[in-house]
């Protein structure tokens, strides 16, 4: 309340969670009550003809609750409008820097990076000019990875913003603001696949960064996501993928797929790996997998098959695959391929684990060996902000082939990343995981 009327701050809220912004000198005022039958007038300026000088205590009282009841209203309706507004609204905004309290820690477009945060990619090592993906265009990556603690606060806020509205709480949108404010800061976004498959089918980076499939959460205004196909980025410099695909059809597949979002999208850097991840023995480098025969050669039963099970259900665990290899014996080959853990996988290749943005996980049920095995290596500081893993595979084995004398594999995934400060958010087939700290 202004004197003895009600004045709601202009358009633009003074105080507001996670910002700073300087309070204008005067804020203009937005409502007023006419005392004569104490109607709701909107108006643009004080207009003090209509204010009535001698007003009863009665309704003087009256007039003080109807201001705090309308104050109060109004102020849920700007708490929703901004929680409603895309992370890119904010950054857009020069007045504004992105404030995560209480490390004092801006993460905003006007921060500056600490040297102690920083790490430079060993691009002549991890990009080699040998790769036809890396030749296609003129490109280089920014040397600079995108740092963990800007990686880190940047959820944090994002997650506060976002995710009490289910339907922008979702992987390709935290994966959208990330790689846009690396652009901002001409940074490199870094982010590892396990069963990249060709890098294109159902694939949540092709759907994020590429095509959009029809969700564009970077020019999202006022809650509403944007319609369309097409791609927020038409240049993916910023963006380095590590994608780690062992049946070797997904993985010629997947290097064209990548070949071609180089030619079109400006891709500087990819880093397909043809590996399986194993955490069986730390001193094994090769391993025994077993993948469906898809060869031009192959048997006539062989043939014929859906994709899903001649392409998706490669596995290191021969003895005891899954119900649709054993259906089809005749049609699987015992090949023998690179594995290692994820880290030396990774470090194998000249690409560092500290700074991993989003791990995308699709490895068919095995998903709890996986991150069981990742949590042992990389140190609590070091783990990646976001993982997005899928549970549907966990979840059907777990009522067809329970673990003996173990929780399921999925409350045993849920745990084993709860314990490290993950949130989940279901998304259907799969699981939005985001550390928060």
Not at 102 to 119: F, Q, Y
Not at 134 to 141: A, I
Not at 323 to 341: A, E, R, V
Request: charged fraction near 20%; charge should be neutral.
């Amino acid at each position: 309340g202004v004197g003895r009327d009600c004045y709601l701050g202009g358009g633009k809220p003074v105080a507001a969670i996670g910002f700073r912004r300087k309070a204008p000198t005067t804020p203009p005022p937005m409502f007023s009550f006419s005392s004569k039958g104490r109607t709701f007038l909107p108006f643009s300026t004080p207009n003090t003809s209509t204010m009535s000088r001698s007003r009863s205590t009665t309704s003087t009282s009256c007039h003080m609750i109807r201001c705090a009841i309308i104050t109060f209203a109004a102020g849920i309706i700007m708490l929703h409008t901004k929680t409603s507004h895309s992370l890119d609204n904010y950054l857009k905004n020069d007045r504004h820097d992105l404030f995560i309290a209480p490390e004092n820690m801006l993460v905003g477009a006007g921060a500056a990076d600490t040297k102690e945060s920083m790490i430079e990619l060993d691009i002549d090592n991890a990009c080699p000019r040998s790769s036809a993906i890396n030749t296609k265009n003129n490109n280089s990556p920014p040397p600079n990875l995108m740092p963990l603690d800007r990686l880190q606060s940047i959820v944090n806020y994002w997650h506060e913003i976002n995710c009490p509205q289910k339907e922008t709480c979702q992987f390709a949108s935290i994966g959208q603001h990330l790689l846009h404010i690396a652009m901002k800061r001409n940074q490199t976004l870094l982010t590892v696949q396990v069963g990249a498959m060709d890098g294109r089918s159902n694939d949540p980076m092709y759907g994020m960064f590429v095509e959009t499939r029809g969700k564009n959460y970077v020019q999202a205004r006022n809650g509403d996501i944007a319609p369309g196909r097409n791609s927020p980025f038409p240049d993916l410099r910023n963006w380095l993928p590590v994608m780690i695909e062992p049946v070797p059809k997904n993985y010629e597949d997947m290097k064209e797929t990548y070949l071609g979002i180089a030619n079109d999208k400006g891709l500087a850097c990819a880093v397909p790996i043809h590996a399986a991840v194993s955490y069986e023995d730390s001193n094994k480098t090769s391993c025994s997998f077993c993948r469906f025969n898809t060869a031009d050669d192959a048997p006539a039963t062989c043939k014929g098959k859906p994709d899903w099970v001649k392409l998706q259900l490669g596995t290191l665990d021969c003895e005891h695959s899954n119900p649709p290899y054993k259906k089809n014996s005749q049609c699987i080959l015992n090949d023998t391929l690179p594995c290692n853990s994820l880290v030396k996988l990774l470090a194998d290749n000249f690409v560092p684990t500290e700074h991993i943005a989003m791990l995308q996980i699709d490895i068919e049920g095995y998903e709890y060996i996986l991150l069981d095995g990742m949590f042992k290596e990389i140190p609590d500081e070091s783990l990646p902000p976001v993982i997005h893993f899928e549970h549907k595979v966990m979840k059907y084995q777990d009522m067809t082939h329970p673990l003996v004398n173990r929780t399921s594999r999925v409350d045993h995934t849920k745990e084993l990343l709860s314990s490290r400060g993950y949130h989940f958010y279901d998304e259907g087939e799969d699981y939005l995981a985001l550390r928060l700290v």
